[in-house]
């Protein structure tokens, strides 16, 4: 991966991180150049980082500690369950990670990736720009990295991931819209009630207009849905560890945002994990929604088997829970159907060995 501007930029961000925003140049907007660490404790980071018009923050949460996934390498993995946003010029997500799926914003609360302006793709790649080289500063930063390396490390990867599939864009490749109809019934779970608690999500509703930087009156462009599903051995070679990674496009092909899992280890975008190869990763297009129905699992979710991004049952290893590989399904098949539904491996006596494929 390139950086034309890394050698300039890191000078300005590393005079922005030793000074906390103190004495740094601001632009006649008022906003201040370099980085700014706005909060640090044990379990929260956030930092505001502007060079010229390029602005993003960034949200590291550690919400506990993770399952034991069997990892080769388990110190390589970070032992919290985290949540990683980070929003660009106009405070929008367009680069998060979750356990399960979209991440919750300890101070916002829940988070879509439905814009609300539309997205410019130069200020799309510049923002992802600074938050690669915002990363890399805040990596040699010892009072930072010492306490949140593993999460440095994953948001490095994600955002570099992300940042190659943006340049790329969707290359035409989009497979037949299927449809939640067309889903197979034995892929489905009993149905979860219809309302009250455990009741489906209500699909986001959506909006839209022409022009960079302008709030959305009227739908006008259908979006794309990447997704692709990467795998890494587990130790005594008795399966895999896997999770999914989803982009989303405009019609125009500028990016929109990106969503990472881990579900319950390694990130889908670490360099150790591999694409499980075949069909993946699969776009689909054509599609209303810019968000598929891939939300997080939280302690409200009541649904009997899924919904929630990966599996709302337990982890575990024994029937009626679930492991990796059955929440690596259930986020594929959000996405492919584009639909909240309950799906049988999640609480089925048959916990999935492997990572599945993009059928």
């Given at each position: ?84 946003i980070v ?46 080289e915002t ?144 069909a993946c ?79």
């Amino acid at each position: 991966m390139k950086h034309t501007r890394l050698a300039t930029i890191l000078l300005t961000l590393l005079f922005g991180v030793i000074t906390a925003g103190c004495g740094a140049e601001s632009p006649a907007d008022g906003t201040e150049q370099g980085i700014v660490i706005t909060r640090q404790t044990e379990t929260d980071l956030r930092i505001a980082a502007a060079n010229g018009e390029s602005r993003i923050t960034v949200t590291v949460h550690r919400t506990g500690l993770r399952e034991t996934e069997f990892i080769l390498d388990p110190g390589s993995v970070s032992p919290y369950e985290y949540d990683l946003i980070v929003r660009n010029r106009h405070g929008f997500p367009f680069v998060t990670s979750g356990n399960y799926g979209m991440p919750t914003d300890p101070d916002a609360g829940g988070l879509s990736l439905e814009p609300t302006v539309m997205l410019d793709q130069r200020e799309q790649i510049g923002d992802l720009q600074l938050a690669i080289e915002t990363v890399m500063t805040l990596q040699g930063q010892p009072g930072v990295s010492g306490r949140f390396h593993w999460e440095l490390r994953s948001l490095f990867h994600l955002v570099n991931s992300t940042l190659n599939g943006a340049n790329d864009m969707v290359d035409g490749r989009i497979v037949p819209e299927p449809t939640p109809e067309a889903i197979p019934p034995e892929l489905l779970a009993p149905a979860p009630p219809s309302s009250g608690a455990g009741a489906n999500p209500a699909k986001p509703t959506i909006s839209g207009d022409a022009g960079v930087g302008v709030v959305r009156q009227a739908y006008t462009a259908p979006f794309s849905h990447r997704v692709g599903i990467f795998y890494d051995p587990v130790f005594w070679d008795w399966g895999d560890h896997s999770a999914v990674f989803l982009e989303i496009y405009d019609c125009y092909g500028t990016f929109v945002g990106s969503i990472s899992t881990r579900n319950h280890g390694r990130e889908a975008t670490d360099p150790a994990m591999s694409s499980v190869g075949g069909a993946c990763p699969k776009t689909y297009g054509g599609r209303a929604n810019a968000m598929p129905p891939f939300q997080p699992y939280v302690a409200t979710d009541t649904f009997w088997y899924g919904d929630a991004g990966g599996c709302g049952t337990s982890y575990g290893f024994t029937s009626g829970t679930h492991v990796c590989n059955d929440d690596s399904a259930a986020e594929y098949w959000n996405v492919k159907y584009n639909s909240a539904s309950s799906w049988a491996t999640c609480g089925d006596a048959a916990l999935r060995q492997y990572a599945p494929a993009c059928d």
